[in-house]
């Protein structure tokens, strides 16, 4: 069984920031579209952001309107990890984010809809409170 653990929530000022890390167990996330989603409390989960697999996608991203220009994915392919920066976080941002990958059929990822991602991480807490 594919597993992902995702790290690095916790609480967090508005106008703060955190790294949240996505991470595998037992094989290497170059070979998959990874995604991010969160579900806020009394709400469905959304898409968040999604980096492509460096050979079918070459690394490319793509955001959703809420967080563009305000969270950073990437991947770090030398420790199989792939990072959510966020930045200048507020009350809205706070969520259960979950990591997720994506056995590429196609070349690039996506995020709107949570259909393509075979394998889910357990979810980390990321609180926003003054």
């Known amino acids: 069984q594919l597993q992902l653990v995702e790290s690095g929530g916790g609480l967090v000022q508005p106008g703060g920031s955190l790294r949240l890390s996505c991470a595998p167990s037992?094989?290497?996330?170059?070979?998959?579209?990874i995604g991010w989603f969160r579900q806020a409390p009394g709400k469905e989960r959304e898409g968040v952001s999604c980096?492509?697999?460096?050979?079918?996608?070459?690394?490319?991203?793509n955001y959703a309107d809420s967080v563009k220009g305000r969270f950073t994915i990437s991947r770090d392919s030398a420790k199989n990890t792939v990072y959510l920066e966020m930045n200048s976080l507020n009350f809205e941002d706070t969520a259960v984010y979950y990591c997720?990958?994506?056995?590429?059929?196609?070349?690039?990822?996506?995020?709107?809809?949570?259909?393509?991602?075979?394998?889910w991480g357990q979810g980390t807490q990321v609180t926003v409170s003054s």
């Open positions: 997720a990958a994506d056995a590429p059929l196609f070349s690039h990822c996506v995020f709107s809809t949570e259909g393509p991602y075979d394998y």
């Open positions: 037992g094989f290497s996330l170059d070979y998959y579209h």
């Open positions: 980096i492509s697999s460096p050979p079918h996608g070459s690394d490319s991203t």
